[in-house]
């Protein structure tokens, strides 16, 4: 073959493989009210506070007080509420929908628990925070931390070393909590627990994770609206 044909060759094939990309769009369906309602069902079953003198409670903060509607009231999105589209190398003419919402409507909440209790890391940073809690309630009641608008701790005064130590353990905890809600939905949705996949759903998972936080925080406690602005919960 000539060097002429060869070039005429490769630029052939670059026009072909052009021509056969595709457009493919990517839809993810988040059910908030259903996120929100395995959060705090995680938290009630997996976070066992232990009862120490003058810093421990028996209940997880404001569950009592959760009030969760029933499944038969629920709507659910008739359209997702987060897509993205990417560009792959395909045949002439073929596009592809790799969304894949096929939920049963009254048991999301309840799929989305069962899928995080698989997650070994996941159960253990709930069993972790709830060691834990009665230092972080005591950090939350003196405002030396708050309840941040992502779903994490944010520190508004002075921490000793075992508090700093505390602090940045229940982040982690709260890490990987988070990213496993965001591994659940991404999987119940039909699609692959790819990291790209995970991190755009997070920032969701985050939001209602948060929303949970503010909910049952204790009067006094200072809350992060989702506005950015801090407030003191009533």
Do not use: H
Request: aromatic letters at 8%; one cysteine or more.
């Amino acid at each position: 073959m000539t060097t002429k044909n060869l070039f005429l060759l490769t630029i052939l094939t670059f026009f072909i493989c052009i021509s056969s990309c595709a457009t493919i769009t990517v839809n993810v369906y988040f059910p908030a009210e259903e996120v929100r309602e395995a959060y705090i069902s995680l938290e009630q079953e997996l976070l066992q506070p232990e009862d120490e003198e003058g810093t421990g409670t028996d209940e997880v903060p404001g569950t009592t007080e959760s009030v969760v509607e029933p499944q038969s009231l629920k709507t659910y999105p008739k359209e997702p509420l987060l897509k993205y589209r990417r560009f792959i190398t395909l045949w002439r003419g073929i596009s592809l929908d790799l969304s894949n919402f096929a939920w049963a409507q009254d048991n999301i909440a309840r799929e989305i628990t069962n899928e995080i209790k698989k997650m070994p890391e996941v159960v253990q940073a709930f069993q972790s925070r709830g060691k834990r809690l009665g230092e972080i309630n005591k950090l939350l009641s003196e405002r030396k931390v708050g309840e941040g608008d992502r779903g994490l701790l944010v520190k508004l005064g002075s921490l000793s070393p075992q508090e700093t130590k505390e602090f940045n353990a229940e982040n982690n905890d709260r890490k990987i909590i988070v990213d496993g809600m965001a591994k659940a939905i991404v999987g119940i949705n039909g699609l692959e627990p790819t990291g790209e996949n995970i991190n755009r759903v997070a920032p969701e998972a985050a939001k209602q994770f948060a929303a949970v936080r503010r909910s049952e925080a204790k009067s006094g406690w200072q809350i992060q609206l989702p506005d950015g602005k801090w407030g003191t919960k009533k």
